[in-house]
């Protein structure tokens, strides 16, 4: 995958994206990084990006021929399949099905906006999907795009080791995870569920099951309630 972030900070970028997993398989080509800078495209000397709200406000909004020229860089000789998306605080929730429906594409374009906003115009002319990766404001959008990438890397092909490992990991079937257990067996008189250690495939998935139930009916009811209905559908 390609992912080409819009950005008034560049330099933020790959961040703890080089490290890891995700390291791992930025260094294997599994997926790049091109950061252009939004501020490179302003047509004063001043490198002007933004203006004041037309009806009055606080804040600053970046303009939308400055965006649009930005864009239209990022898009050239561009023959890829390809989704932009603005990392935004007022857009649809980030979650894991999204994810993978944006694995689908070859190349993401990510519009990281700051300040105050966006002007509408820039985002209705394109036709670009507002992504929020949470109910709380940050300074700008590279923080959300860091942790979009990162999310959808990590569901490319043979970047984890294990692609098993996918299959029961948190919001997968809208469940949360199970507990997890290493050595040693017995730690500060705690020790490891003895199912765990009986080598019964059967029953420590139930268990796991069990668990995973338990976790998601307590921490997400919102998600129980998801899973339960689909169930339900499937019967």
């Not at 009055?56 to 890829?80: R, T």
């Not at 300074?139 to 990590?154: F, H, K, N, Q, Y």
């Amino acid at each position: 995958m390609i992912f080409k972030v819009l950005t008034l900070f560049p330099e933020i970028f790959p961040g703890p994206l080089k490290f890891s997993i995700t390291g791992k398989a930025l260094n294997k080509k599994k997926f790049s990084i091109k950061t252009i800078n939004i501020r490179d495209f302003a047509e004063n000397k001043a490198k002007t990006v933004d203006d004041s709200p037309y009806g009055g406000g606080a804040g600053m909004i970046l303009k939308p021929n400055i965006l649009q020229n930005c864009l239209d860089y990022s898009k050239k000789n561009c023959k890829k399949k390809k989704k932009i998306i603005l990392l935004s605080a007022s857009g649809k929730r980030f979650d894991q099905k999204i994810a993978k429906k944006f694995t689908k594409f070859e190349e993401l374009i990510l519009v990281c906006g700051r300040y105050e906003g966006v002007d509408q115009r820039f985002i209705e002319a394109n036709k670009i999907e507002e992504i929020s990766i949470g109910d709380f404001v940050l300074s700008g959008g590279e923080i959300p795009a860091i942790i979009l990438i990162d999310t959808c890397v990590r569901l490319i092909p043979e970047v984890l080791g294990n692609n098993k490992s996918l299959s029961f990991e948190s919001f997968e079937n809208n469940l949360l995870e199970y507990p997890q257990y290493t050595k040693p067996v017995n730690w500060k008189d705690k020790r490891v569920p003895q199912v765990l250690l009986s080598g019964d495939h059967k029953k420590i998935s139930d268990w796991r099951l069990k668990k995973s139930l338990e976790k998601t009916k307590k921490v997400r009811p919102d998600l129980f309630k998801l899973h339960n209905t689909k169930k339900k559908r499937k019967l």
